[in-house]
């Protein structure tokens, strides 16, 4: 099998990885690397590093890897030999490259050659969500691997400032640079959620609140029944939402109300209003929470919503095991 790639390489980072690890998936007999000229790079960005830099960086990065088979050629222009050479099977490109690649099988087969099959590899998301690129990187947003470098712009779509803490304890936790501000917006769901939602208050809250920051965070709690012990449970939702449009949920431990708090609820009070009817608290919500007077302080509302936050970011701190396009939602 004989495999065709192009591009700049620029400034090689995990992405490029992720690229090269999939030409040379199944041992094949060459891997054909079209490198851009210089010329051709600048068309589309203002620098680049020489081409000699980026032909060397390049065999370095596949020795290391032990990524052998491969030959590399200058291109100018984006077919490259690809729309020439018969000898020529697959075709590996970014996922954002994609029309690159039909628009080359149909001159292809304008010339009375085989199409070639066509290998989308998913971008790789950094911490933000948005795509590892070399442009980035050397602006200093972010590093090779992703990691953010400068401040992330975090919305939460909440006022209430356990929730807002709940969010930069976790952030700060991850080592991710954010500045975080809660801003009051609508959940679109009853004041009371039951069951859905409270994940569709969380989602909806979260796509409020992004605006022009790098992630929007909804979080809300509701009573979700569970058939099977014929009980309502309190669960605390929390929906991410990046610039991509990537939205990825979790949900924190689940915890059972007094059967009173139960029947005032099922008959139209909020739990806050039931739970401070109950222990005499106002405002509950805003402290200690309902299950920091039920475990008598071994687990406050911060840290129950804080561990809300932590499922949701799971997909966002084990990227490489979590590609673009595969979240919950």
């Known amino acids: 099998m004989r495999v065709v790639l192009g591009g700049t390489f620029d400034i090689l980072h995990a992405g490029h990885e992720a690229l090269l690890g999939a030409a040379f998936e199944g041992r094949p007999e060459q891997v054909l690397i079209g490198l851009t000229t210089d010329r051709f790079a600048r068309e589309s960005r203002p620098r680049v590093n020489p081409y000699a830099v980026r032909e060397r960086n390049l065999k370095g990065f596949l020795a290391a890897r032990k990524l052998r088979r491969a030959r590399i050629e200058p291109i100018d222009d984006p077919f490259g030999p690809a729309d020439d050479r018969a000898d020529l099977e697959v075709l590996v490109v970014s996922a954002e490259r994609l029309p690159v690649g039909v628009a080359l099988n149909q001159a292809r087969i304008a010339k009375g050659l085989p199409p070639l099959h066509i290998l989308a590899v998913p971008m790789v998301?950094?911490?933000?969500?948005?795509?590892?690129?070399?442009?980035?990187?050397?602006?200093?947003?972010i590093d090779r691997s992703g990691r953010?470098?400068?401040?992330?712009?975090?919305?939460?779509?909440?006022?209430?400032?356990v929730k807002v803490a709940s969010?930069?304890?976790?952030?700060?936790?991850?080592?991710?640079?954010?500045?975080?501000?809660?801003?009051?917006?609508s959940s679109e769901v009853p004041d009371q959620p039951f069951d859905l939602d409270a994940l569709r208050g969380a989602i909806n809250r979260a796509r409020a609140a992004l605006g022009e920051g790098d992630l929007g965070i909804g979080i809300e709690a509701g009573l979700i029944w569970s058939p099977d012990l014929s009980d309502y449970f309190d669960v605390q939702y929390c929906a991410v939402l990046d610039r991509a449009g990537r939205m990825t949920v979790g949900h924190g431990p689940g915890f059972a109300y007094p059967p009173k708090v139960v029947e005032r609820v099922k008959a139209g009070e909020t739990v806050a209003d039931a739970m401070a009817r109950l222990t005499g608290i106002r405002d509950i919500?805003?402290?200690?929470?309902?299950?920091?007077?039920?475990?008598e302080g071994t687990m406050d509302r911060r840290r129950l919503t804080e561990s809300a936050v932590l499922m949701a970011m799971v997909p966002r701190i084990r990227r490489d095991l979590y590609p673009a396009g595969s979240p919950s939602r």
């Open 148 to 161: 953010r470098l400068k401040p992330l712009q975090v919305f939460v779509g909440s006022d209430n400032p």
């Open 285 to 295: 919500g805003s402290k200690q929470g309902a299950i920091g007077f039920l475990t």
């Open 125 to 141: 998301p950094a911490q933000d969500g948005l795509p590892i690129a070399s442009r980035r990187i050397r602006a200093g947003v």
């Open 167 to 185: 969010v930069r304890a976790v952030l700060r936790s991850l080592s991710v640079p954010a500045r975080i501000r809660g801003l009051r917006v």
